[in-house]
Each structure stands twice: as C-alpha cells, then as structure tokens.
C-alpha cells in the first residue's frame, strides 16, 4: 500500500513556472513506476509522464513534452514535476500516480494522490 499526497500547486501567471511535489509513504517507493496526470474542469483525465522506479526511464505525452519534466527522489520517497512556460490550458488539478506498468492508461495505476489545483491566469 502508498500513499500519495501532492503538494506546490498554486496561482501562476502565463510564462512561468511551478515545481508539484508527491510524497510517498511506504518501503517500496522506488519499486513503482510513478506518473503524472491532470484533469481539467469537464474534460477527462489527462496523462502526463511517467518515471519508471528501477531504470528512472521517462515518458512524457506530446502536450506536455520539452515543457515538464518528471523525475524522483527514491531516498526521500518524492516524485517530482517541474513545469515551466506554462499556459492557460494547463490548468487543472495535477494527480500523482503509483503502480507498476509503464503506462499512460491511468487505469494501469494502482493508487492516486487526492490532487492539487494547478491554475494558470492569461
């Protein structure tokens, strides 16, 4: 079982940059592939990226990519997302995921953190 709680959400004015944090609870943290998702408001959950636990090999979707980047900390039990130029569209509440497929399905994820709010003003 993990636990997964976001945190660094926040108001952001277009062009700039925010970092969100997961922390994990758990022995076993570097053993999960852990992603990034968001949901928008009326829109479908969106995947982000994903770092694999073992190899740290990442994946990021098209809208997202040479913009965000994923990475982990498994001494301190942390995912990370940096997010720079960000824009409007991006807002939306931001999701951690842990589970042990590769995957941008987030159905292959196992457990979710509760979210943090992601607003990008124009």
């Known amino acids: 079982q993990v636990q997964l709680v976001e945190s660094g959400g926040g108001l952001v004015q277009a062009g700039g940059s925010l970092r969100l944090s997961c922390a994990a609870s758990?022995?076993?943290?570097?053993?999960?592939?852990m992603g990034w998702f968001r949901q928008a408001v009326g829109k479908e959950r969106e995947f982000l990226s994903y770092?694999?636990?073992?190899?740290?090999?990442?994946y990021y979707a098209d809208s997202v990519k040479g913009r965000f980047t994923i990475s982990r900390d498994n001494a301190k039990n942390t995912l990370y997302l940096q997010m720079n130029s960000l824009k409007s569209e991006d807002t939306a509440v931001y999701y951690c995921a842990a589970g042990f497929w590769q995957s941008g399905d987030s159905n292959k994820y196992l457990y979710w953190g509760q979210g943090t709010q992601v607003t990008v003003s124009s």
């Open positions: 758990g022995r076993t943290f570097s053993t999960y592939v």
């Open positions: 770092v694999d636990g073992p190899s740290s090999s990442t």
